[in-house]
């Protein structure tokens, strides 16, 4: 007998004899120890095979036989990883141009293999907080029926923010039954409030996936789930290769949102992923947004796709009223503010209400340049432009982390002529500080939610009313359901709408969209403010009207002259 052993290294399976004591034991899914190189490795078996041919030599003639080795030992009783895990894994290799064992190293923590059991959560739920739930209504009901009278199916449910998405998905889990199912999030949107949420409808029936977690909680949350001691799996893109041998439903909420996309050692998108999951097990998914990726709206339009749409907020509250500021005409006593938006803040803190202001750029300044002979501080190992951080003085790099400190005079012609060029998160937060000193104000960005739960308690403070301005990069636009959060900014908006992208303009809206529907949750009328050095720009006609459909049309016309995706 002959099996092929998959390995979590970048490789595909490796063919192996089975010795004939191991023979009746052995099965798909399960761990063996196998010789590999001058040592062992621990493996999964992916399947069985016939022995790989000898390599061709000239005039079509084999070389010689080959000598496979023998597995040393099976692990396990029972097959470790599910045969529609070992398909996925499988198929997300041959996909993505890469190998099914790094696959495998992405779907499994690392320490499965070597059957550690985990370690004890650092994070504890126990204080689960009730959470209001509401009656759905008509658009909502309409929406859970169609989801629940199909056993298979792709669904995108498009609702403006605030139309009560969550909720749908939350009735479709519980209507599965003794069937299983996953909900992936953004890793920025996997809030303190989203888990409650989970929490109080399903106790300690939910596993989480996310950053935070330790090597030791990761395996804790695997095994949970391959155990059978959960049904829903909570997270970030890797619970797409969560362990569920029974599931009857994937749910991919803020379905645009670029960080289901990794970059590094496996390049998948988990959306991607979790489409073929769906069709090889036969389940059903649903795709969520208030701004669906122009993709899945025009693959909705075109029928492949089931479309659901909730159009009002819940409760009919209304959408937050839109003002684009122009900051060519506008007056303003410091660089980044506009008096307008400064006396809205003021009056907005002194009713007791709370505000939100975005600038998707962190760190103090963009770079420093010498005005004498153009230098400017890069990267020694990546040649990107280095961004001032003005808390540590230093100049980093946001692609691997190194940092350097400026010097008093150019490294280049030795001139003194440097100067701060642009604008990040730390520099609008130490100017609205001394524009507006009684502030409460706080700033979310990477650099201030580096350390653990850092993230969650900012959420925190923000639910107990502890912070007056939030204000930070796109962290502070996703997933958060803050009541009293009344006015929502955005400074420099040309920032996003400039990035040397073709989907820039798609982000853009997309991300106004999204910190728009944080204004106005609660019993009072949201507004935004959107500070733009470009107010004709097409994009904020269609933000200031929540028009989604409108700038479809004006995008998809764009993209089919320059076959852009999805042409």
Known sequence: MHVNVLFPINAEAFTYLVPEELESKIKVGMRVLAPFKKGEKIGIVAGFGTPPHPPLIKGGQRRGEITLRPIEAVLDEEPLIPENLLKLIKWTG??????????????VPSGIFEGKRGGKGRITYDDIRPVK??????????????????QSGAFLLHGVTGSGKTEVYLKAIEALGDKESIVLVPEIAL?????DRFRSRFHEKVAFFHSGLSPGERISQWWKIKNGDVKVALGVRSAVFAPFKNLGLIVIDEEHEASYKQFEGLRYSARDVALARAKIEGIKIVLGSATPSIETFYHAKKGNIRYLELKHRIEQKPMPRVEIIDMTKEDKRALSYSNKLLSVLKENVSRGRQSLIMLNRRGYSPFLMCTDCGYTYKCPACSITLTYH??????????CNSYLEPQDFCPECKGAKTKYIGIGTQRIEEELRALIPELSLKRMDRDTTKRKLAHYRIVKDMEEKKIDVLLGTQMVAKGHDFPDVTIAAVVFADVALNLPDFRSSERTFQLFTQLAGRAGRGDIAGEVYIQTYEPLHYVFDYVRNHDYEGFYKKEIELRRELSYPPF
């Open 94 to 107: 041959q996909y993505y141009i890469s190998t099914s064992g790094l696959a495998l190293k992405n779907a």
């Open 133 to 150: 739930i509401l009656n759905l209504n008509s658009e909502q009901k309409k929406a859970l029926s169609e989801i629940t009278d199909v």
């Open 191 to 195: 809030t303190a409030q989203i888990i």
């Open 390 to 399: 003005k808390d540590t003085k230093t100049l980093n790099c946001h692609y």
